[in-house]
T-cell receptor, first 112, second 113 residues
Framework: GESVGLHLPTLSVQEGDNSIINCAYS??????FIWYKQESGKGPQFIID?????DKRQGQRVTVLLNKTVKHLSLQIAATQPGDSAVYFC???????????FGTGTQLKVEL | DAGVTQSPTHLIKTRGQQVTLRCSPI?????VSWYQQVLGQGPQFIFQ???????GRGNFPDRFSARQFPNYSSELNVNALLLGDSALYLC????????????FGDGTRLSIL
């Protein structure tokens, strides 16, 4: 299928290594953040979310870190697997409603 | 349980035509949002609907409209199609309440000739 990752920043990692994907957000009023994984030909898949009253949240093999001082968000994937290869987007939301503002995305490539 | 379902999966139209895209949310989800994703970019917010009312609108022209039905499904309509409307149109649904994760369907790929 078509690639969603044309001209996106690329992170290449070896299988089994840890991956860190970074995201800078722009709106200091944002209070909710989400990471999505998007494979070619599919819609974004929810990975993990974090609210602004937290600075760290862990899921299965994933950890999200939030630094509100410098408006930075990161996604850590432990023991990266070939199935983790995809484009990863961070998204932010400010206040009520459902409007998500997405970042530019990072293409993660896992090398065997 | 079924996820968000969208139809059709692919669509080809010509400039000036009109198109209707459909979305069925996850069971129990009452809010639906529409996004446009141009190749190589992140999704851009178009609309949010909750309880059949528009609750948010992104920076899109009036050619874009939507509605939500009593069963919480939704339609996105685009009139007077332009070449620049070629994109992947995504629907996402959420549970009621603030700061609930949005779950996306696989989208409708719209190509304008």
């Amino acid at each position: 299928g078509e690639s969603v990752g044309l001209h996106l920043p690329t992170l290449s990692v070896q299988e089994g290594d840890n991956s860190i994907i970074n995201c800078a957000y722009s709106n200091s009023a944002s209070d909710y953040f989400i990471w999505y994984k998007q494979e070619s030909g599919k819609g974004p898949q929810f990975i993990i979310d974090i609210r602004s009253n937290m600075d760290k949240r862990q899921g299965q093999r994933v950890t999200v870190l939030l630094n509100k001082t410098v408006k930075h968000l990161s996604l850590q994937i432990a023991a990266t697997q070939p199935g983790d290869s995809a484009v990863y987007f961070c998204a932010e939301k400010a206040g009520g409603g459902n409007k998500l503002t997405f970042g530019t995305g990072t293409q993660l490539k896992v090398e065997l | 349980d079924a996820g968000v379902t969208q139809s059709p999966t692919h669509l080809i139209k010509t400039r000036g035509q009109q198109v209707t895209l459909r979305c069925s949310p996850i069971s129990g989800h009452k809010s639906v949002s529409w996004y446009q994703q141009v190749l190589g970019q992140g999704p851009q917010f178009i609309f949010q609907y909750y309880e059949k009312e528009e609750r948010g609108r992104g920076n899109f022209p009036d050619r874009f409209s939507a509605r939500q039905f009593p069963n919480y499904s939704s339609e996105l309509n685009v009139n007077a199609l332009l070449l620049g409307d070629s994109a992947l149109y995504l629907c996402a649904s959420t549970l009621p309440g603030n700061n609930q994760p949005q779950h996306f369907g696989d989208g409708t790929r719209l190509s304008i000739l």
